[in-house]
């Protein structure tokens, strides 16, 4: 048995492969993607996330705090320069205003909590999908759980960002139904920008994944005035269409559902004035990609 690091579970996922699924989200990314709406999934180790909204005023966790990280200003106020987040203070927060995320989890319990769901899948057709994060930063303990979902005939996917090694995809290719592949810019100078690490090894990974005949779903999250631009829409269909065999590519439109989130870890939110894309331009871009001869998924999970 091996173990890893997750921050959530989420039972009844209809937007993360077929049917009705059970998505497991992985600690730990190698990406820092701007727009990231699980920013909780980027540290690879627990985290203290304060949802200030809320806290019932207790002051249980000023006293609790080893480090004198927070005190009171009508309200409970943290100084996260000082927060080693160590979680003292959400084991006193009855509330549930402090938690801290992310816990280690053995892969037996793991497939205990998956297992529960298998009458919904059954009746749906879905399945199991590891997302996070990055599945694959983990690839040891994600390759015994796939293994283990196949051993009880489970539909497997697996949400990437691509950023691992080709031995790490290798190794999990008998036992992954599909690929969830993130596909964030062509242009590498740009990409490395907007997520702090080159694209090289994340296309070179996607071509032989295409190769090894893979069934791959590609996810390309539209950011206005990142990778929305006709420029950007060109160099994606131009890479696409010289693979040779795609299952699909689906667009996932820019949300500011997540901000809040990095003000609960003590985040700066570097596109706060962002607002998401128009119906009109999902569709256009859409349209571009369908008339390049991609097969093309929109949001609803229809094809175009």
């Not at 000023?62 to 009171?72: E, N």
């Not at 702090?196 to 296309?203: A, C, F, G, P, Q």
Request: a negative charge.
């Amino acid at each position: 048995m091996t173990d890893g690091m997750i921050f959530d579970v989420k039972r009844y996922a209809i937007n993360d492969g077929p049917g009705i699924r059970t998505a497991v989200f992985f600690k730990g990314c190698p990406l820092e993607c701007w727009w990231c709406h699980n920013p909780e999934g980027q540290s690879s180790v627990p985290q203290l996330m304060v949802r200030q909204n809320r806290c019932k005023g207790s002051k249980a966790c000023l006293a609790a705090c080893p480090q004198a990280a927070v005190h009171w200003d009508g309200c409970t106020v943290t100084d996260w320069a000082k927060c080693d987040h160590c979680g003292k203070c959400a084991e006193v927060c009855y509330a549930g205003a402090r938690e801290m995320v992310g816990r280690r989890i053995g892969s037996t319990e793991l497939m205990d909590e998956i297992l529960r769901d298998v009458p919904f899948f059954d009746q749906s057709g879905g399945g199991v999908t590891f997302t996070g994060g990055e599945p694959l930063a983990q690839a040891e303990f994600l390759e015994d759980v796939l293994q283990r979902c196949k051993g009880n005939n489970l539909h497997t996917a697996v949400d990437t960002c691509g950023h691992t090694s080709w031995e790490n995809f290798q190794a999990i290719l008998p036992f992954t139904d599909l690929f969830l592949f993130d596909l964030k810019l062509i242009d590498e100078e740009r990409h490395q920008h907007y997520t702090s690490v080159t694209n090289r090894m994340i296309l070179t990974n996607m071509r032989r994944l295409s190769e090894s005949g893979a069934r791959i779903l590609v996810r390309i999250p539209l950011i206005p005035g990142v990778n929305d631009d006709e420029a950007s829409i060109h160099q994606f269909a131009s890479f696409l269409t010289s693979l040779p065999y795609l299952e699909g590519v689906a667009l996932m439109p820019y949300h500011t559902i997540g901000v809040a989130k990095y003000e609960a870890l003590g985040l700066q939110y570097k596109l706060s004035a962002l607002q998401p894309p128009p119906l009109e331009h999902i569709k256009l871009v859409e349209g571009l990609f369908a008339s390049a001869g991609l097969p093309v998924i929109n949001y609803y999970g229809r094809a175009v």
